[in-house]
């Protein structure tokens, strides 16, 4: 059974930086790409990040490029998502995600299987 729990998320203002941690139970952590998505109130869930099952790819959504980072420790069975300059439009629920087939990074929201419970971000301006 896969299991995904996020931290790290809160309030900062505009211009701030907060870092996310996904903890995985995954038998095989190393062979699972990994994202981060988020949803703001009102709206539908969009991609933010990905990175491939060894870390040596990573993805990002337009909106965040240059500002997020995403990075995994297989040895920790971690992912993270740095977010430095934060706008008040990334305020959302922030999810971490793992796709149903192994060896796959993905960009699509429809082929993560596994989702964790979502952290809280909000940015103040």
């Known amino acids: 059974q896969v299991q995904l729990v996020e931290s790290g998320g809160g309030l900062v203002q505009a211009g701030g930086s907060l870092r996310l941690s996904c903890a995985a139970s995954?038998?095989?952590?190393?062979?699972?790409?990994m994202g981060w998505f988020r949803q703001a109130p009102g709206k539908e869930r969009e991609f933010v990040a990905a990175?491939?099952?060894?870390?040596?790819?990573?993805y990002y959504a337009d909106s965040v490029k240059g500002r997020f980072t995403i990075s995994r420790d297989n040895a920790k069975n971690t992912v993270s998502l740095q977010m430095n300059s934060l706008k008040p439009e990334d305020t959302a629920v922030y999810y971490c995600?793992?796709?149903?087939?192994?060896?796959?990074?993905?960009?699509?929201?429809?082929?993560?299987?596994?989702w964790g419970q979502g952290t809280q971000v909000t940015v103040s301006s």
């Open positions: 995954i038998r095989t952590f190393s062979n699972y790409a």
């Open positions: 995600a793992a796709p149903g087939t192994i060896l796959r990074v993905t960009t699509k929201r429809d082929e993560y299987d596994y």
């Open positions: 990175i491939s099952w060894g870390g040596r790819s990573t």
